[in-house]
């Protein structure tokens, strides 16, 4: 049987960059994903903040062009008009960028099994220190041994459930179409509807980005039907903007985390990582910048306790310290999702043409902050561990 020090599951961004990293560590690591093409059933928009393109290496014929503007509407269409100075935001071309970290990850030396479900896990027969994945291919079932456990594989994590931490119970649903050659005209520009119908706790958008349009909704699934808001989105949307002159290339839908980071995320065996550790902005759902900063202390932290066998460096991995530096934007995902009237809603956009919420407004979209870094300096042992490599 194949053995590995790191066992990763999902080849999303976050499995993809701490797979990396610890295999440029000099660890052996595995990456194992169902998928037999990463390209395929992309999930999210791939919208990366200002932030994370300052701090990560992203190739640029991965990105699309940047976005300084957004355009936020009211549910009976009163807009508020918002530019930065900086360029703020640029949409992955997120089947090119997996497949581009994949290669990343091949030649760092991390084995890869695609087109392989994880099943189960459980201690190994003959060594304790030890973990077997049970894994199934179409035409096989067969099993790896690893040291260490990660889980990466999104907001219904089986890694969690089996590994005995935290899981995910809260998120929205989010569903859109993607088109190219659609001559929108203009700068790029994000357009964003707060409507509590149409969008329940979340938000309908267009992003427009000079190369691409996404049109799409998000929402609390037991509050809409998302197929059904998004066609009524679409037919709305195309009285407003030329999209049947150009071409849908991908649907797009997947579950996104909410409740906030989940407060138990490692043990002896494992660590939850990405989507799968709630690791995304309980109010603006955002989730690429999180994954990529928690991958980096991720591959820290596991590869510290894979040298040590000290259990007080998985402290330094701290799913509650991570919880309170989010406690506003909770409070604020709450409120929104008080919100079921468009009245209310309505009468609440007033405030973006006060100054204080023009202020606000901008935060929420412009703010140079994003998914605090762990401070794993404050580990004495992690400290320790590290020196002692």
Request: with cysteine.
């Amino acid at each position: 049987m194949q053995e590995f020090d790191v066992a990763v599951v999902g080849a999303g961004l976050a499995g993809l960059e701490v797979a990396r990293d610890l295999a440029s560590r000099g660890r052996r690591v595995a990456i194992i994903d169902r998928k037999s093409n990463l390209a395929d059933g992309v999930h999210t928009t791939g919208i990366f903040v200002r932030r994370t393109l300052e701090s990560f290496d992203l190739p640029d014929d991965c990105l699309g062009p940047a976005v300084r503007h957004v355009t936020l509407y009211s549910p009976y269409g009163r807009s508020l008009n918002l530019e930065s100075r900086f360029e703020e935001f640029r949409v992955g071309k997120m089947g090119h960028l997996y497949n581009t970290w994949l290669d990343r990850a091949r030649t760092a030396g991390v084995s890869v099994f695609l087109d392989t479900a994880f099943q189960s896990l459980n201690s190994a027969s003959d060594d304790e220190s030890l973990t077997t994945l049970n894994l199934m291919t179409a035409s096989d079932h067969w099993s790896l041994n690893t040291r260490f456990v990660i889980g990466a594989d999104g907001a219904t994590s089986r890694v969690a459930s089996q590994l005995g931490l935290s899981e995910n119970k809260e998120w929205i649903v989010g569903v859109e179409h993607v088109f190219t050659d659609v001559p929108m005209g203009g700068e790029p520009r994000f357009h964003v509807w707060l409507d509590p119908v149409l969008a329940p706790g979340y938000i309908a958008w267009l992003v427009h980005d000079g190369e691409e349009v996404h049109v799409g909704v998000g929402g609390y699934a037991n509050r809409f039907h998302p197929r059904e808001a998004l066609d009524e989105f679409l037919v709305k949307m195309r009285k407003q903007f030329p999209l049947d002159k150009g071409q849908l290339v991908d649907r797009r839908g997947g579950r996104i985390p909410v409740g906030g980071v989940l407060p138990q995320l490692i043990n002896k065996r494992g660590l939850l990582l990405g989507d799968a550790a709630g690791a995304v902005s309980p109010l603006t759902a955002g989730g690429l910048d999180p994954c990529l900063r928690q991958s980096q202390a991720a591959a820290v932290v596991a590869d510290a306790w894979l040298h040590s066998g000290d259990a007080e460096v998985l402290k330094a991995y701290d799913g509650g310290w991570m919880r309170k530096k989010f406690w506003i934007r909770n409070g604020l995902r709450r409120m929104l999702a008080m919100i079921r009237s468009r009245w209310l809603m309505e009468c609440g956009f007033y405030l973006f043409n006060t100054w204080p919420g023009r202020w606000f407004a901008h935060r929420v979209f412009f703010s140079p902050g994003s998914f605090p870094d762990l401070p794993l300096e404050r580990s004495a042992s992690l400290q320790a561990a590290i020196s002692s490599q």
